[in-house]
């Protein structure tokens, strides 16, 4: 049995009402093999998953309290940020099971012979869908001291090459430029 194994859930053998499940997630989740490209460094976990089971269907609502760490997109440093969210799917029951689902619905099918739901997918990418677009941790966490200052100095030198250029001006052009300034004076 593999570490994403605890994250099936059997609800063959569960009362129809609500269930809770507490998960603590961390690095591992991460390192797994289909997630090894996620923007996620480490994480620090802890998932509520609620679970209503009523006839026909069930509700699950993932709860996300977090601190994961992710790279700098400003300047590549790796640091933790917090994440909050709140995740619905609905899992309904029908003669076989139905890939077809379109990028924002929150309803699965399922064949009613299932017994077991696979949660590491939605985790993974519920948790990536909670990242901030921009991940800029010392912004995030108003904290300058969390940023790569080299990598920082050496894009603030790409950016303006126009400060560098006047420190090395070849002499050939500093003659020209001399000679342009006179016959702009004589005139």
């Known amino acids: 049995m593999g570490y994403l194994s605890q994250f099936k859930i059997s609800f063959s053998g569960l009362s129809q009402g609500l269930h809770e499940f507490n998960f603590t997630i961390g690095n591992k989740f991460f390192e797994e093999a289909p997630y090894n490209e996620s923007e996620i460094k480490k994480a620090d976990i802890d998932l509520k998953l609620l679970l209503l ?3 026909g269907m069930l509700a699950l609502t993932f709860k996300f309290s977090s601190s994961v760490q992710v790279e700098c ?3 590549l440093s790796e640091s933790y940020i917090p ?3 709140e995740h619905k799917l609905i899992v309904k029951f029908g003669e076989e099971r139905e890939n077809e689902a379109k990028p924002d619905d929150e309803v699965i099918v399922l064949p009613v012979s299932e017994t077991e ?3 590491s997918q ?3 990418e519920y948790m990536n869908l909670l990242l901030p677009l921009q991940k800029i941790p010392c912004e995030i966490l108003n904290d300058e001291t969390l940023c790569n200052q080299a990598v920082l100095d050496k894009l603030n030198r790409f950016q303006h090459p126009e400060k560098d250029a006047e420190q090395e001006v070849d002499p050939r052009w500093a003659a020209l430029q001399k000679l342009s300034s006179k016959t702009k004076k004589n005139k």
């Open 53 to 55: 089971k009523q006839s």
């Open 117 to 119: 739901l696979d949660l």
């Open 73 to 75: 997109d400003r300047c």
């Open 122 to 124: 939605y985790i993974y």
């Open 83 to 85: 994440v909050k969210g």
